[in-house]
């Protein structure tokens, strides 16, 4: 266990809806992080977020867009679903945004898009 | 581009076996380098990490890995492993100044025959 929650835990969605997931950081954790990661590959970066502002962006298009609160916790949301959205979606929170903090990650979010 | 290449999907080993997991990565300036793991059912966690200094570094459980700059090679190994090593194997890696960003490879599922 690392103190990151995800929820919910599985969700089915159809094509062109939209869906928020949520992430809960470890206590103390100001950056969060967001990854997709797809059926037999390793996670993709998708953005990070510290104290509540977009701290860098990977290769997802603009309907992949992210929160963090002032208690840290973020949302990730995702508007027009494609079947290729379907993925398990990772958050990490960690210390503090610089390279040399661990990110821990959460169960994460199982969704599968019809 | 930056990226991460694993070659191995998928490795089946008997207990006590030795283990070598390969990983090459392709990165501009100074790279920090990991390993994860993600047991069934597990979040995915930190075996170890590279940063600078001894090239050779020690992990949990046993683990270790070897910096080689000229190949740039990270590869995993145990002397002998346990049927509890099952799990899925990811190296990654992150450079100096894109904050904490993490570049994952596909990952190794490593199998242990009891």
């Known amino acids: 266990e690392t103190g990151v929650t995800q929820s919910p835990t599985h969700l089915i969605k159809t094509r062109g809806q939209q869906v928020t997931l949520r992430c809960s950081s470890q206590s103390g954790h100001n950056t969060v992080s967001w990854y997709q990661q797809a059926l037999g590959q390793g996670p993709q970066f998708i953005f990070q977020y510290y104290r509540e502002e977009e701290n860098g962006r990977g290769n997802f298009p603009p309907r992949f867009s992210g929160l963090q609160f002032p208690n840290y916790s973020s949302e990730l949301n995702v508007n027009a679903l494609e079947l290729d959205d379907s993925a398990l979606y990772l958050c990490?929170?960690?210390?503090?945004?610089?390279?040399?903090?661990?990110?821990?990650f959460g169960p994460g979010t199982r969704l599968t898009v019809l | 581009a930056q990226s991460v290449s694993q070659h191995n999907h998928h490795v089946i080993l008997s207990e006590a076996a030795s283990l070598e997991l390969g990983c090459n990565y392709s990165y501009g300036g100074t790279v920090n380098l990991f390993w994860y793991v993600q047991y069934p059912g597990q979040h995915l966690q930190l075996l170890l990490k590279y940063f600078s200094g001894d090239p050779l570094v020690k992990g949990i459980k046993g683990f270790e890995a070897e910096f080689i700059k000229s190949k740039f090679s990270f590869n995993l190994r145990k002397p002998s492993v346990q049927w509890s090593d099952t799990a899925e194997y990811f190296c990654?890696?992150?450079?100096?100044?894109?904050?904490?960003?993490?570049?994952f490879g596909s990952g190794t599922r490593l199998s242990i025959r009891p």
């Open positions: 990490a929170s960690s210390l503090d945004r610089g390279r040399h903090n661990e990110q821990f």
């Open positions: 990654a890696a992150s450079g100096y100044s894109s904050a904490s960003k993490i570049i």
